[in-house]
């Protein structure tokens, strides 16, 4: 199997992005979108695995240079823009994927309904979002977040975060169907290292644990939906 490349500085959990994506079936010559892809670590890995139409979009100019002097594969398939205009006409990909995104969107049903149109009849968008109920306190945790000022901060940062009921609702209003929200191991190599840093061993006790959580209260939330 191919080796999981990963650019220092990237964010988020490119190998478990990765093996969700791979486990949904999608077809290598399908057009792909990754919304938020920073350096490209997760286009670069679906381009060695035999996906050749791939792109990105990012709001960090500087990261998506970065990425294509460590990726020249993907020079010219990511752009920077500012977050809310998307450059590019209705109906052009086949599959949109956002990682880590939802949360930061300020008019999140606005920007959801605007991918919508950029996916081709029958396309697809494959998400994961932290979930409200576990993000908030971790982050208040993790960061001594016991004042006002440090609060606003947290949720400033992540400004759209969900329940599983609200992500579900959110995505229907906004146009998809066949929503399907589920689970992915929480207890992944980057995960616990995060905790670790940040909790120390008793956040990992409770990682593990969250594995058997219910769905309502599954850490993060990972899923698809149709146009």
Known sequence: MT?????????????SCLTYFQSLGIDPAARILDVGCRHGS?????RRRGYGDVHGLEVDAAAVTRGEGAYPALKGRMQ????????????SFDVIT???????????????AGLRRLLRPGGRLVFQTPNLLID????????????????ALIFREHCSLQTHGSLHRLLK?????????ERNRSDTEF???LVRQSLGWPGLLILQASNHFPMVLCPNFWGHARV
């Open 3 to 15: 080796d999981v490349v990963v650019l220092d500085g990237e964010r988020g959990d490119t190998a």
């Open 173 to 181: 209003r906004t146009g998809f169907h066949d929503v399907t929200i």
């Open 191 to 193: 995960k616990k290292e």
């Open 136 to 151: 908030a306190p971790y982050w208040i945790l993790a960061l001594r977040a016991f004042n006002r000022e440090k609060l």
């Open 80 to 91: 920077a823009y500012d977050g809310t205009a998307l450059p590019f006409p209705d109906h």
């Open 42 to 46: 997760f286009l670069e890995n679906l």
């Open 98 to 112: 956002m990682f880590d995104v939802i949360e930061h969107i300020p008019e999140v049903e606005a920007y959801l």
